[in-house]
DNA sequence: AAAACAATTGATCAAGTGACCAATAATGAG
DNA sequence: CTCATTATTGGTCACTTGATCAATTGTTTT
């Protein structure tokens, strides 16, 4: 067989493993989904003991709820970050929107989709999707608002516009990524927010 | 405790039991989800020996697969044996809409967002998945075609207008059937019919 | 260098899962 | 009424899960 590897262990300070951990934890639910958490395998991916998991996280859906929140919470924030950066309100829109409509989104829309479901069964991680759910619409709705687009209600646009984007996470499960579902899905979109905010975009 | 209930074992036929055992897992997909779908929750609801389920399903996920495509199946054929017993076209449509948006679909809803999620690791309830979505395709496509609406292409309408409502399906998990979410997927639904064949639905 | 500290291990527990199968008893046939 | 058929039981196996804790070993302090 390979050569006996010496189990070296290494010893992180607390902040450090505790990242370690919380980061792996979200490259499982982001390539594995949610129901692959477990303790063994998440040590496993780790080279560390299961029961090192527990140390830091003595009960595995507060792990998971916080492994979650962080993937969205930055995606939010890498999102809107791009959008801004553009010079005309309807530049950031059409930003948003085709970030949204990005293939390497699949992961993340599934994310979505395996949380929403789960968190039928988990109040912890039910918390965190409310919590990201209300940070999307807020960011949404502070763009539109600063946008100045013949939108009488912001709010309302942001949670219709919301919809059809949670509708597209759909597609990223039951169809593949190259399915007519998914082209109909992004027209919906596309067409929904033009109509929406009463703009056109000029998406490639 | 209890007066000790006598053991009465009744025996049914070979038919029968595999019915009752189908129409059981039905109820616990609707009621508590296809992750409660296990073979002693299932066999103590029967009043039933664990064992009895393997022997009429091997394995439990042929079992939840069926008991999926018996639901949607039986959805379908429901809803539009209603709405085709409307008079006219646009009469049709604004039944099967209406049903579509009756809180009461709720927990059917839930089992798709549900059946979405789980097929990702279940090739036999993906299957089962694929059908019912093929024959929701066929059936809706086929009343857009008779009705004669001003959809130039109705497979393609059809297919929009089943995004729309699967995006409704999440609204289900998320909100609360009386949060503002929830009617702001009604009326896209609803809207995006009427413009997408070209009517007006009067719904109550 | 020695001791105190604490991050980490490894083994173990109880609970739950799907699956298997010989034994049992209800049903129907002769 | 008796017997054969077979639907059904109940016990068991192997496995996975989350969780707990004393023991260990690396790091830091004295």
Same mark, same amino acid.
């Given at each position: ?6 189990? *070296? ?5 607390? =902040?450090?493993?505790? !990242? ?22 998440? #040590? $496993?991916?780790?080279? *560390?003991?299961?029961?090192? +998991? ?10 998971? !709820? ?24 309807? !530049?950031?829109?059409?930003?948003? +929107? ?5 293939? %390497?989104?699949?992961? *993340?829309?599934?994310?979505?989709? =395996?949380?929403? %479901? ?5 109040? $912890?991680?039910? !918390?965190?999707?409310?919590? &990201? ?11 539109? &608002? ?9 709010? *309302? ?8 984007? =949670? ?7 039951? =169809? #593949? ?15 929904? +927010? ?5 703009? +056109?975009?000029?998406?490639?």
């Amino acid at each position: 067989m390979a050569t006996m590897l010496k189990p *070296v262990r290494r010893r992180l300070k607390p =902040d450090e493993r505790r !990242a370690a951990i919380l980061s792996a934890a979200g490259d499982v639910l982001l390539h594995d989904g949610i129901g692959a958490l477990t303790l063994r395998h998440l #040590a $496993q991916r780790l080279g *560390v003991a299961p029961g090192l +998991v527990n140390h830091y996280f003595p009960e595995i859906e507060a792990l998971a !709820a916080e492994a979650f929140a962080m993937i969205a919470e930055a995606e939010v924030i890498t999102l809107f970050a791009a959008a801004t950066a553009m010079a005309t309100p309807v !530049a950031q829109v059409a930003r948003l +929107v085709a970030d949204l409509l990005d293939p %390497q989104r699949r992961a *993340v829309s599934l994310l979505w989709l =395996d949380a929403w %479901q789960a968190s039928r069964n988990r109040a $912890q991680l039910r !918390a965190a999707v409310i919590v &990201a759910m209300d940070l999307w619409q807020d960011q949404l709705c502070a763009l539109i &608002a600063r946008g100045g687009f013949a939108a009488p209600d912001p709010a *309302v646009s942001a949670t219709r516009i919301l919809a059809l984007i =949670d509708g597209l996470s759909i597609q990223a499960v039951i =169809d #593949a990524p190259d399915a007519p579902g998914h082209a109909v899905a992004r027209g919906m979109v596309i067409e929904g +927010v033009q109509r929406e905010l009463g703009i +056109v975009l000029d998406l490639v």
